[in-house]
């Protein structure tokens, strides 16, 4: 598998976390990342739960750990979505846009690739921010 295959899936994986975390039931922070209150609907968590398995458990792993299969040969490590003190440092916009527009988007690490494809899907990014909130509670 090619190295941006990776990444695309570690930031697909991402957004999806983020779509099926179920903690804010009709919208949150953004989507679109603007912070404007998005409605999350069943379609919009189901379609994340598919990204994030497809494209961010890659490398993110499928408990947001950073250690999923693409992540050994990745430097510097995927965020490992369970971090508490990240956790309380990142915005709900940085995620969204992360997920959208990549890593280097909000100064991380390039190889998280953009995922342009979700950039008129604002339910769909929300519910990924919310799957990628969602590994903080474990």
């Not at 490590?77 to 995620?95: F, H, L, M, R, S």
């Amino acid at each position: 598998m090619k190295r941006t295959n990776v990444t695309a899936m570690a930031l697909a994986g991402a957004a999806l976390v983020m779509a099926t975390a179920g903690g804010c039931k009709s919208g949150g922070a953004g989507g679109d990342g603007t912070g404007a209150k998005v409605a999350i609907t069943a379609a919009d968590r189901a379609e994340a739960q598919q990204i994030f398995q497809a494209r961010c458990s890659v490398c993110h792993g499928q408990f947001g750990r950073g250690d999923g299969p693409g992540a050994a040969a990745l430097n510097p490590k995927p965020q490992n979505y369970g971090d508490e003190a990240w956790q309380k440092k990142v915005t709900d916009a940085e995620i969204e846009k992360a997920i959208v527009q990549g890593g280097a988007a909000v100064g991380r690490s390039a190889q998280m690739v953009p995922n342009p494809d979700l950039a008129d899907k604002p339910g769909v990014v929300a519910a990924l921010r919310e799957k990628v909130r969602s590994f903080g509670d474990l």
